[in-house]
């Protein structure tokens, strides 16, 4: 593989692709590659690199259809495949998920979607997660894929919870390094007054794992801040209220702006990210707009979490390895 890391303005040529930065500790875009194409392996590693170097990667103007899309995950790992997906995900990919699929979550529970996200998203912090974080095996990576986007409006935000961890000072980076947390699912959900279906649906279906409040990163060693406001309520062997002043801390240290990158899309962007070390928040500035918005996503099963400690992660209730 060759490499020329003189290239203006920072980019990395490798094997005939550019990795630019485009934020100081997260985020690149790859140019110089067709994803629908068939790649070799010197691209497929050199895309590989760059996911784990800058926790995310951007590629504008492809041209993937649904088998393009699974096709090009393949190339780096196993995609997840859900039992239930809504209406809008294609019948004949199972691997893809379409986030309009989203939108049919309220009604499901007698309520308008804008209802359900306020009662799930109420804080600052509450929507910035990793996906499926409450399994014991969080998927490794994601593959979102823009189909149509508002003409202003639906940017997605990364956070790096390697380059959050390392900004710790080193007291509070040998205190947390010890500690585990429940993610659970539906934490923080907003009740409504009477009777909630969304929360007898929780009941019902309960999902929750204790997961090291910092990981390993399992390809490139590095420890990560694991936390996120929307799985996560409880750290494990602390007080209700010294978890909530712990939490409401990393919290904020993990999506404080420098560590931060945010990325605007267009019809055929599409974006790549290590869901082992990055939390991200959804749009939150789109829904009034009365634009379509349309996605879809492809999910790279992931592994079991391990700790400092060496101590891996632990199913609570509703979650096994490799169970969908």
């Not at 895309?47 to 990667?57: N, Q, T, Y």
């Not at 429940?182 to 794992?209: C, F, I, K, N, T």
Request: charge should be neutral; proline fraction near 6%.
């Amino acid at each position: 593989m060759t490499t020329d890391r003189a290239t203006a303005g920072g980019t990395e040529r490798v094997a005939g692709i550019d990795v630019k930065p485009v934020a100081g500790h997260i985020g690149a875009e790859i140019t110089g590659v067709d994803l629908a194409g068939g790649l070799d392996d010197a691209v497929v590693a050199a895309i590989r690199a760059a996911v784990l170097r800058w926790k995310v990667v951007f590629f504008r103007g492809q041209r993937l259809d649904h088998a393009g899309h699974v096709a090009f995950a393949r190339r780096f790992g196993e995609p997840v495949v859900l039992r239930k997906r809504g209406s809008a995900s294609p019948a004949d990919f199972p691997e893809i998920e379409t986030t309009a699929d989203r939108l049919e979550l309220g009604g499901r529970f007698g309520m308008e979607h804008d209802e359900w996200l306020r009662r799930r998203r109420h804080t600052l912090l509450r929507g910035w997660h990793c996906d499926h974080g409450a399994r014991i095996d969080p998927p490794a990576a994601t593959i979102l894929r823009a189909e149509t986007v508002p003409p202003y409006g639906g940017d997605t935000t990364w956070s790096n919870l390697a380059a959050a961890y390392a900004g710790l000072s080193g007291p509070v980076r040998e205190f947390v390094a010890g500690l585990r947390a429940e993610h659970r699912l539906g934490v923080g959900y907003q009740p409504r007054p009477g009777g909630d279906a969304y929360v007898r649906h929780l009941l019902d279906h309960q999902v929750a794992s204790l997961h090291p409040l910092v990981r390993v990163h399992p390809e490139t060693g590095e420890r990560v801040l694991y936390v996120n406001g929307y799985y996560v309520e409880q750290i494990a062997d602390l007080s209700r209220a010294e978890s909530r002043a712990v939490l409401d801390m990393l919290l904020e240290q993990a999506v404080r702006p420098e560590y931060t990158v945010r990325f605007r899309w267009e019809p055929g962007s599409v974006a790549f990210w290590d869901n082992r070390a990055t939390i991200h928040l959804a749009p939150g500035d789109n829904a009034h707009l009365d634009f379509p918005r349309t996605m879809h996503r492809v999910m790279l099963t992931g592994d079991v979490p391990v700790g400092v400690d060496g101590r891996s992660s632990e199913p609570v209730v509703g979650t096994e390895v490799g169970r969908w």
